[in-house]
């Protein structure tokens, strides 16, 4: 199952940072007027797991708006306590084109990550480029560095041409990934770098928003900008000491 | 001595007889056993025999006060894993606050309400039940007369008596509570539920087979092959703990070596303890923390193997002198290597100074070459070192220490998870939460 997942112009997409108490609010507005998402169940635990190098390219490519990421992302019911435990979970590759981006995601068992990590077994990626770019951060060393986990509550249009999410219980936690091995997997997490206090909610939409929309928006704006920026990159500077 | 639990056992310690009773009797009524001492020292003597899962201490004490009871279960080697929760009717913050530094896990104010108290002794237990502290410990001293023991606790009485018969070739059959005896052997059911054992401490445990079903890897059928297998078990866990005797030896040649430089006496110790703590913050199990606090002791210890002069210098090396100096994890691999049970140490004194980006000495090792426990023992040696005194600077402070082995850690050196592992336990020591 792949994919594909580039950014037209008129896609938009906005995070915000709230306290638990006005989240309700926007949750409650938004679940008046759009459905809960199926893909996400209510408060499904989604732990996105980010690889870099041991000179943590990617990390520094990230920091300057231009960087190729490669992620695996699981769901679960209830908090993993260990990383790549579950018989599938998604591999992610993520390009940032200027201010837009692409991605391509591709269902994959958990059984084959070391193969992948080790170079041996080349990503089911169709994109060309995409693929080439993770494969050379295979080259380079990429592994396991940092996770995030969060429970997500999502409602999405019934044509998916808007979305609002808000993450709760956002931490960060490092991974002591060691090597490649097969035995590798499951893989332990922790400790924990750093907990959200707040809830990040973000919104996606294509073209135009309707009007209760268009004032959530403008609400969220004057009253919860996101002064941070991503999640790769809060981990990041959380494991590194740069938090 | 081990005991063979099905429930979670609770030593109260309370002088006053009727909140006792209420005491026992409702955390008899939740599936606990309880044994209760009115003094202090009736409260350790029931600590020391029973080695409970939790102890519930009173303050106010006729003999003695809780907080001298709760040092002294905390400093005995045998007790100290064992969590106590304080019940006192003395509210004030001070109390609470010596009574928690005094090592209790909890303390509750009397009154409370009953759920409350079985709610704290229920988050309690299953702490207590996943972190165990490792530790080196001595073997049991009690003196050994002749044959082996074993107590068989096999819940059919038909079972148990020809389990008893075939043993009794070879091992002295004792009964369960038999006070001072050493226990080599402990024969259980199957399903049995057995307090945690680190290490080499305690018993051999044989788990049997039920009646009608095959032996499998973790049990064994109850058969007149019992016997062999047993004698077998019970001579490889002695043979274990007599490698973790001669490991102590060579601990306590390494820590004699570096106790006669002032500058560096009581390091290693230092490094280990901080290695474990780390380890733990990472949730690796008894056996590796175990590992990793020896192959810390004795990581430096192919310095002996140097020049005295040479390993105490406080002069600025030489190239010569310095390559000299970075033979001492080879020399300290070869020292060890013919111990073969302590081959799981080699890899940390071989290899606590490599590099993740392959910089390191004396191989140039790469990251998928190097072991956690090694990268482990490598930044608590780092910080540790940072932390002392050095003629060419001063002793760091922890945060100092830590921002240098987090740009350590940005050069590609160390372990990114193991040093925030260690930057999360000292937030922690200062009891700052981890938040953003």
């Known amino acids: 199952m792949t994919e594909q997942i580039v950014l037209p112009r008129s896609r938009h997409e906005e995070r915000f940072i709230a306290s638990e108490q006005l989240v309700r609010l926007v949750m409650r507005t938004a679940s008046a007027h759009l459905q809960l998402a199926r893909d996400d169940l209510p408060y499904q635990w989604l732990t996105t797991c980010y690889c870099d190098t041991v000179d943590w390219n990617v990390y520094r490519a990230a920091e300057e708006g231009?960087?190729?990421?490669?992620?695996?992302?699981?769901?679960?019911?209830?908090?993993?306590?260990?990383?790549?435990?579950s018989e599938q979970l998604f591999l992610e590759v993520k390009e940032d084109i200027g201010d837009r981006w692409r991605k391509e995601r591709v269902a994959i068992r958990s059984a084959e990550i070391p193969a992948y990590l080790r170079g041996e077994s080349?990503?089911?990626?169709?994109?060309?480029?995409?693929?080439?770019?993770?494969?050379?951060?295979?080259?380079?060393?990429?592994?396991?560095?940092?996770?995030?986990?969060?429970?997500?509550?999502?409602?999405?249009?019934?044509?998916d041409r808007m979305r609002v999410t808000a993450d709760h219980n956002l931490s960060y936690l490092a991974v002591p990934w060691t090597n490649n091995n097969d035995d590798a997997i499951p893989g332990r997490i922790g400790p924990v770098l750093a907990r959200e206090r707040d809830v990040i909610v973000e919104m996606k939409w294509f073209d135009e928003l309707p009007l209760w929309a268009e004032e959530l928006h403008g609400f969220l704006k004057q009253r919860a900008p996101l002064d941070r920026p991503s999640k790769f990159i809060m981990a990041m500077r959380h494991l590194l000491g740069k938090g | 001595m081990s005991a063979i639990r099905n429930e979670p056992s609770i030593v109260v310690v309370e002088d006053d007889a009727a909140s006792a009773d209420v005491l026992q009797?409702?955390?008899?009524a939740n599936g606990m056993t309880v044994a209760v001492g009115r003094t202090g020292a009736d409260g350790l003597a029931l600590i020391r025999d029973l080695h409970p899962d939790l102890v519930l201490l009173d303050v106010g004490l006729p003999d003695t006060d809780g907080y001298d009871v709760c040092l002294q279960v905390k400093s005995d080697g045998a007790t100290s894993d064992i969590p106590v929760i304080f019940l006192s009717a003395r509210g004030d913050v001070f109390d609470k606050v010596r009574g928690l530094s005094c090592g209790a896990s909890d303390y509750?104010?009397?009154?409370?309400?009953?759920?409350?108290?079985?709610?704290?002794v229920d988050a309690v237990l299953s702490q207590s039940r996943r972190v165990r502290r490792p530790r080196l410990t001595k073997p049991a001293d009690t003196a050994r007369t002749g044959r082996p023991t074993a107590i068989v606790a096999l819940a059919d009485q038909a079972r148990r008596e020809r389990a008893?018969?075939?043993?009794?070739?070879?091992?002295?059959i004792i009964q369960v509570g038999s006070e001072g005896r050493v226990v080599d052997l402990l024969v259980v059911d199957a399903d049995a539920s057995i307090t945690a054992q680190t290490g080499t401490e305690g018993p051999t445990v044989l788990r049997v087979a039920p009646p009608g079903a095959p032996a499998n890897p973790s049990t064994v059928a109850l058969s007149d092959e019992l016997v062999r297998i047993a004698n077998l078990e019970v001579r490889e866990r002695e043979l274990a703990r007599d490698v973790d005797a001669a490991a102590e030896a060579l601990v306590a040649l390494a820590m004699a070596f570096e106790s006669h430089d002032r500058a560096t006496a009581g390091h290693s110790e230092r490094v280990a303890d901080r290695a474990v703590v780390i380890?733990?913050?990472?949730?690796?199990?008894?056996?590796?923390?175990?590992?990793?606090?020896?192959g810390a002791l004795l990581r430096d210890i192919g310095n002996t193997k140097l020049p005295l002069g040479l390993v105490r210098s406080a002069s600025e090396l030489t190239p010569g002198e310095r390559k000299q100096i970075?033979?001492?994890?080879?020399?300290?691999?070869?020292?060890?290597?013919?111990?073969?049970?302590?081959?799981?140490?080699?890899?940390?004194?071989?290899?606590?100074?490599e590099h993740l980006d392959g910089s390191g000495y004396p191989d140039g090792l790469k990251a998928p070459q190097i072991p956690l426990e090694v990268r482990i023992v490598a930044a608590a040696d780092r910080y540790e070192a940072l932390r002392i005194d050095r003629p060419d600077r001063p002793a760091m402070s922890a945060d100092a220490a830590v921002s240098i082995l987090q740009q350590s850690v940005q050069r590609g050196e160390l372990d990114a998870a193991v040093v925030a592992a260690l930057a999360t336990s000292i937030r922690s020591d200062r009891g700052e939460a981890t938040g953003t």
Request: proline share 8%.
């Open chain 1, 66 to 85: 231009a960087a190729v990421r490669l992620r695996f992302r699981e769901y679960h019911r209830t908090r993993p306590e260990q990383i790549f435990g």
């Open chain 1, 122 to 159: 080349p990503m089911r990626i169709e994109s060309r480029d995409l693929q080439r770019a993770a494969q050379g951060l295979v080259t380079a060393g990429a592994r396991p560095v940092v996770v995030t986990q969060y429970n997500r509550l999502a409602y999405a249009a019934p044509d």
């Open chain 2, 25 to 28: 009797r409702r955390l008899q």
């Open chain 2, 108 to 120: 509750l104010t009397k009154p409370f309400h009953p759920a409350e108290l079985l709610a704290r």
């Open chain 2, 164 to 172: 008893e018969l075939i043993l009794g070739a070879m091992f002295e």
């Open chain 2, 279 to 294: 380890a733990t913050a990472i949730g690796l199990d008894a056996a590796s923390c175990q590992t990793i606090r020896v």
């Open chain 2, 326 to 353: 970075e033979r001492h994890p080879a020399l300290g691999e070869e020292l060890l290597a013919p111990f073969r049970p302590l081959s799981r140490l080699l890899p940390i004194v071989r290899s606590h100074h």
